[in-house]
C-alpha cells in the first residue's frame, strides 16, 4: 500500500512538473510573438533621418556615431519595453522549470543584447556633456530610426 502511494505521488508530481514545463512552454511562445510582433511594429515605423536633421557640424564623425548607436537603442528599449519585459518573464520562468541546458540560447541572446546595449549607453555618456545633451534633445532620436541607412549616409556623404 505505501508503496503504491509513493509511486502515486511520483507520478502525480511528474504530471505537475510537466505540466508546469508546458505551462512554460507556452508562455513563452506567446511572449516571443509578442516581441517579434512589436520589434516587426518598431521597425517597419522607423524613420529614416538624413544626416542633415541633426545639424552636426560641430560635431566629430565618431561622436556622432557613437551617440547614434546610443539613441538607437535607447528609441528601441521604449518602443519594445512591454514586450521585452513579459519575454524577459517567460524566459526566466520557462528557465526555472527547465533543465538550464535548453536555455542557452534565450541565456544567450538576452545577455548579448543587454552586453550591446550598456556597451552603447557606457560609450555615450563617455562623450562631452553637451554632446550627450545635444543629441538627447533632437526629437527624430526620440523614436525608432533607421540607424544603418543613417550610419552609412554619414561614412559616404556622397550616397
Given at each position: 500500500m505505501i508503496c503504491l502511494f509513493s509511486l502515486l505521488l511520483a507520478y502525480t508530481n511528474a504530471v505537475a512538473s510537466d505540466n508546469k514545463v508546458f505551462f512554460a512552454k507556452q508562455k513563452l511562445q506567446v511572449a516571443t510573438v509578442a516581441f517579434e510582433k512589436q520589434m516587426d511594429k518598431c521597425f517597419s515605423n522607423a524613420k529614416k533621418i538624413s544626416s542633415a536633421e541633426l545639424q552636426i557640424d560641430e560635431i566629430s564623425l565618431e561622436m556622432t556615431k557613437t551617440a547614434i548607436d546610443y539613441m538607437h537603442y535607447s528609441a528601441l528599449s521604449t518602443c519594445m519595453k512591454?514586450?521585452?519585459?513579459?519575454?524577459?518573464?517567460?524566459?526566466?520562468?520557462?528557465?526555472?522549470?527547465?533543465?538550464?541546458?535548453?536555455?542557452?540560447?534565450?541565456d544567450s541572446f538576452v545577455s548579448s543584447?543587454?552586453?550591446?546595449?550598456?556597451?552603447?549607453?557606457?560609450?555615450?555618456?563617455?562623450?562631452?556633456?553637451?554632446?550627450?545633451?545635444?543629441?538627447?534633445?533632437l526629437a527624430v532620436l526620440q523614436t525608432p530610426f533607421d540607424a544603418m541607412s543613417l550610419i552609412l549616409e554619414l561614412d559616404n556623404p556622397s550616397l
Open positions: 512591454i514586450q521585452y519585459e513579459g519575454f524577459l518573464k517567460a524566459a526566466y520562468f520557462y528557465k526555472a522549470v527547465t533543465p538550464s541546458k535548453r536555455m542557452s540560447d534565450i543584447t543587454w552586453v550591446s546595449e550598456l556597451d552603447a549607453e557606457y560609450k555615450f555618456k563617455q562623450l562631452p556633456k553637451s554632446v550627450q545633451q545635444y543629441f538627447e534633445k
